[in-house]
């Protein structure tokens, strides 16, 4: 159980150090889910809000990972060092956010042409079922599924690379930027910009088939571009509104 806070330091760098505490006891393992961002808050007595950017902390640290729809788990064991309070300013400056996104798109730049050099047929074939899951979540119109899907379609792509530093930092970055940025996200630009994104994913794996590196980095930018948009003009705004 994770105690209420009422100290006036920093309550989000409570929270993390909390839940590092309960991972350090050995109440939450390796793969293990963390209970729901309500329920923390409950217990803590403290915003979601405030769980959420301690929750982004730990992610950008590496010790917890996001999965679309299902929830957050311990990805790492915890390392003693780690550093909350930069994690913790990171997540919260909005400027950051931004670049954060632009790394992610920089890493899978390098990852897809190290998958073009790398990728066997098996490889190949489970890059394909994912954009196939992404297909048939778009004809159910399934925000969900499709945002599921999507991940799997970088992350396998990633895993063809077979650079673990990369992957492991794109893992970090993805879990950071879908639950502090997509979470932002109006549900209707998702649902009606899927079929848009299904046919950007559809030229990455073709470049990557091709073997064009100048035409998957391409693919990669425009897949990016007009979220990136989206988040400067919505997001941001959004956020500042808050913070003022």
Request: hydrophobic fraction near 40%.
């Amino acid at each position: 159980m994770f105690k209420e806070i009422s100290r006036l330091k920093r309550k989000s760098a409570y929270v993390a150090e909390q839940i590092l505490a309960a991972i350090r006891r050995g109440e939450y393992k390796k793969g293990d889910r963390l209970p729901a961002e309500r329920a923390i808050a409950e217990q803590m007595k403290v915003s979601r809000n405030c769980v959420r950017e301690a929750l982004s902390a730990l992610q950008l640290s590496g010790i917890l990972e996001s999965k679309v729809g299902a929830g957050t788990y311990v990805r790492n064991p915890v390392d003693s060092k780690v550093d909350i309070e930069r994690a913790l300013n990171l997540a919260k400056d909005t400027k950051d956010l931004v670049e954060i996104w632009e790394a992610r798109r920089e890493i899978e730049i390098v990852l897809i042409r190290l998958a073009i050099e790398r990728a066997t047929p098996t490889d190949l074939n489970e890059i394909t079922d994912h954009l196939v899951e992404m297909r048939k979540a778009v004809s159910a119109c399934d925000q969900q599924e499709y945002l599921a899907a999507n991940e799997k379609f970088h992350l396998s792509i990633a895993d063809s690379a077979d650079n673990l530093p990369l992957r492991n930092a794109l893992q970090a970055l993805y879990s950071f930027t879908n639950k502090e940025l997509l979470d932002h996200v109006n549900t209707g630009y998702v649902i009606e910009g899927m079929e848009k994104s299904l046919r950007e994913h559809e030229h990455i794996l073709e470049s990557i088939r091709n073997a064009d590196k100048p035409g998957s980095a391409e693919a990669i930018n425009a897949h990016f571009r007009e979220l990136e948009s989206y988040l400067e003009t919505k997001y941001l705004g959004r956020l500042e509104e808050t913070i003022a």
